[in-house]
């Protein structure tokens, strides 16, 4: 059976309560989108502290105070040594989360998500105290580090241990952290930056120490899932964790199950070699697409550099923290719309209703900008300012409910279990590559873009919708070993990709598995 996994009789779900465990497993788990989301906001609101860039971008600090008005309005914040910083992490996330494929398949879930929680501690330490720019990127590379064993260990941790009927809006409990990251970065910088004497920066940077703290302390409490145990052999230890996280001593058909595509699973030597097979293009494709897609809406371009980028048209400095804020709260709110929509609608309609919400909003905003801000004065007045942070609120609103926590979502749950670290480690990895590629990027084309760049983004936005209606499948309510059968099989251009698949497990033969669970282990 492809990807190890076959319908059960009937197709129905496997009987699951939602237990206490589960809930507190996926609330720990889901920090490691606390600690994420803080470095994301955090950077933003001290590279346009005075203090901050006096200390380690003084070309910066010039241009930004000493020569005001001397150099365009887009081309202030206009530096690779500055982008670096915020940048720096994303490389590193790249690099590691090969590393952490590695762990997660091998090790577990769970120690994985522990590493991660001591590169961040480390991270945090290094930038708090930094004393040079060579300090403060390695601190960065540091958290980066966190970032790719966090972000290919809890999509898959959330994905695997949550019943398949609420997957969807557990799942989102990591994108909900990262969110509420940022609004606490976004609240901590416009408190800190009020503190005289120039060192706010170094609290707003130590104390993402607090969620580093968290997903260390959850990553040694929380139970690992069971596919990962049965996965390393662990049979019995992954049969009375599965009794214990789905609250029913029923569990016997989902037991066998994870058996077989555990089975199924250790006969693929190379992993990563098999995600090309014919197969796994499917989910390879949309993978790679969504990770993609999700930074050419934009979004990380605004939660980056929110601050600097409401300085540039015409925000004072407080208001312009003020506003991130405002823009961070909003954030949060819509997250919690997905989780309570995700496995209602379905990740489709999500996704299409976003796209057309964030197209408008950005052309709007690119309209008021080229007619208001010019390279060497803005006539942004206070109304039309007004305007632009509610249309960014607009947009920020529709990536949090859709493209935001689906982008996650939705590979953690279509590969199948042989792949699942293999195609994680994608996923993440063309994540970060993306998100650096962007973040380095960003100011440099705000200068030369300037209004056009919302644009630029608007266009990406309508070609994402475009292939959303046309090729991703939905998923909602579907277990996630049953994805091969009831999605991928049932579409109307991926099933050709499932025609020359060598099943390992016929449909015919399921009856035989269930009624002699030797054949299986």
């Keep these: 059976m492809a990807g190890g996994g076959f319908a059960t009789s009937g197709g129905g779900e496997f009987e699951a309560k939602i237990t206490p465990i589960v809930i507190i497993s996926c609330i720990m788990a889901a920090t490691g989108g606390l600690m994420f989301g803080y470095d994301v906001g955090v950077s933003g609101g001290v590279t346009s502290m005075h203090p901050f860039l006096k200390k380690f971008f003084p070309a910066v600090y010039r241009k930004t105070v000493l020569e005001a008005g001397l150099d365009s309005n887009y081309c202030k914040y206009d530096n690779q040594g500055l982008q670096l910083f ?6 590193a996330a790249l690099t590691s989360t090969f590393f952490a494929s590695y762990t997660t398949r091998t090790m577990g879930r769970r120690l994985t998500m522990l590493i991660a929680g001591f590169f961040f501690i480390a991270g945090v330490a290094f930038n708090a105290a930094a004393q040079n720019l060579a300090m403060l990127i390695v601190g960065r590379i540091l958290l980066g580090c966190g970032v790719g064993f966090a972000n290919q260990a809890v999509p898959v941790f959330l994905s695997e241990i949550a019943p398949s009927r609420i997957r969807g809006a557990l799942n989102i409990l990591f994108q909900l952290n990262v969110t509420i990251g940022i609004l606490f970065a976004n609240l901590v910088n416009y408190g800190t930056n009020k503190i005289s004497g120039g060192w706010g920066w170094r609290l707003s940077l130590g104390l993402a120490g607090i969620p580093a703290l968290l997903l260390t302390v959850g990553a040694i409490v929380v139970v690992d899932t069971p596919n990962s145990l049965i996965e390393r052999g662990r049979l019995e230890e992954g049969k009375a964790v599965l009794k214990k996280i789905r609250g029913t001593d029923n569990i016997e058909p989902e037991f066998l199950e994870l058996c077989e595509a555990s089975r199924v699973a250790k006969e693929v030597k190379h992993p990563f070699r098999n995600l090309l097979k014919r197969k796994n293009r499917p989910q390879l494709i949309i993978s790679i697409a969504l990770q993609i897609f999700q930074q050419f809406t934009g979004i990380n371009a605004i939660m980056f550099y929110a601050p600097v980028l409401f300085n540039t048209v015409g925000f004072k400095n407080d208001a312009s923290l003020y506003s991130a804020v405002i823009t961070g709260a909003v954030n949060v709110l819509s997250t919690i719309v997905s989780i309570y929509f995700v496995d209602k609608l379905g990740r489709r309609m999500l996704l299409l209703e976003a796209g057309v919400q964030m197209f408008l909003s950005q052309i709007v905003i690119a309209i008021i900008l080229g007619i208001k801000v010019t390279d060497h004065s803005d006539d942004l007045s206070k109304g039309y300012a007004i305007f632009v942070v509610i249309l960014v609120c607009t947009f920020v609103s529709a990536f949090a409910w859709s493209w935001g926590p689906l982008g ?5 749950e279509t590969f199948p279990l042989e792949t699942r670290s ?20 960003f100011l440099s ?5 300037k209004f056009g760049i919302f644009l630029f983004f608007s266009g990406w936005v309508l070609i994402m919708s475009i292939f959303v209606l046309f090729l991703v499948p939905e998923t909602k309510n579907i277990p996630i070993e049953e994805m091969t059968e009831r999605v991928w099989k049932q579409h109307w251009f991926w099933k050709r990709f499932m025609e020359d698949d060598n099943e390992k497990v016929s449909n015919a033969d399921y009856p035989k598995i ?5 054949s299986q282990l």
């Design 86 to 91: 915020t940048s720096s992490l994303y490389l």
């Design 408 to 412: 996650w979502l939705i590979p953690s």
């Design 422 to 441: 293999a195609g994680q480690s994608v996923t993440v990895c063309v994540n970060m590559l993306f998100t650096f590629v962007i973040a380095q990027a």
């Design 445 to 449: 084309m705000l200068c030369h873009f």
């Design 514 to 518: 269930k009624n002699n669970p030797n």
